[in-house]
């Protein structure tokens, strides 16, 4: 089952516009990552924040994590074409075995020139 | 590019049939992950080979199984194939820290299964 939802499903903005992704999840966690998928592939590991950050930046992205309210952002800033793809947020919680990711059910980004 | 390989990219086959799918890791990682990814979905986790013993198993049924090897490659085994297990299959590698942490998880490109 899915850990969570992204929202929205899909977006669709302008080249040079802000991106904003939301991601929810249901329990407790080690951390959240967020992950590009181009068109059915694999995955590509964007950033990882850990459940005692609250804010994180890598490049054109801002992660944000409130374990309060169980969500997360991702703002993506000035988007560029080559930032068209599916957007996931994956949840780490420690169960004993493994670093188990669980995955949200994505957000759909197209980026127009 | 991640490192990590699979084969093969694309795979067709029948109901009640049998597949195999190969995951080569990272050079260094001694974890494998599986995870199936339906369309329109997020990938889910299949189970974990850590040290060539199974380290953690989603909701899959037995039919559903897995190998690794000494040099940390893995296999996926599904029998009995059902229509449902139409997805792409996704394996990802990571290594443990000195303290037992686990590290982020690189991702292979993917096999898709087509169960007709």
């Known amino acids: ?113 | 590019e991640t490192g990590v390989t699979q084969s093969p990219t694309h795979l067709i086959k029948t109901r009640g049939q049998q597949v195999t799918l190969r995951c080569s890791s990272q050079s260094g990682h001694n974890t494998v992950s599986w995870y199936q990814q339906a369309l329109g979905q997020g990938p889910q986790f299949i189970f974990q080979y850590y040290r060539e013993e199974e380290n953690g198993r989603g909701n899959f049924p037995p039919r559903f199984s897995g190998l690794q090897f000494p040099n940390y490659s893995s296999e996926l085994n599904v029998n009995a194939l059902e229509l449902d297990d139409s997805a792409l299959y996704l394996c990802a590698s990571s290594a443990t820290g000195g303290s037992g942490r686990w590290n982020e998880q690189f991702f292979g490109p993917g096999t898709r299964l087509t169960v007709l």
């Open chain 1, 1 to 113: 089952s899915q850990q969570g939802e992204e929202d929205p499903q899909a977006l669709s903005i302008q080249e040079g516009e802000n991106a904003t992704m939301n991601c929810s999840y249901k329990t407790s966690i080690n951390n959240l990552q967020w992950y590009r998928q181009n068109s059915g592939r694999g995955l590509v590991h964007l950033i990882l924040i850990r459940s005692n950050e609250r804010e994180k930046h890598s490049g054109r992205l801002r992660v944000t994590l409130d374990t309060s309210k169980k969500s997360s952002s991702l703002l993506i800033t000035a988007s560029r074409a080559a930032d068209t793809a599916s957007y996931f947020c994956a949840t780490e919680g420690f169960t004993g075995g493994g670093n188990k990711l669980t995955f949200g059910t994505g957000t759909q980004l197209k980026v127009e020139l």
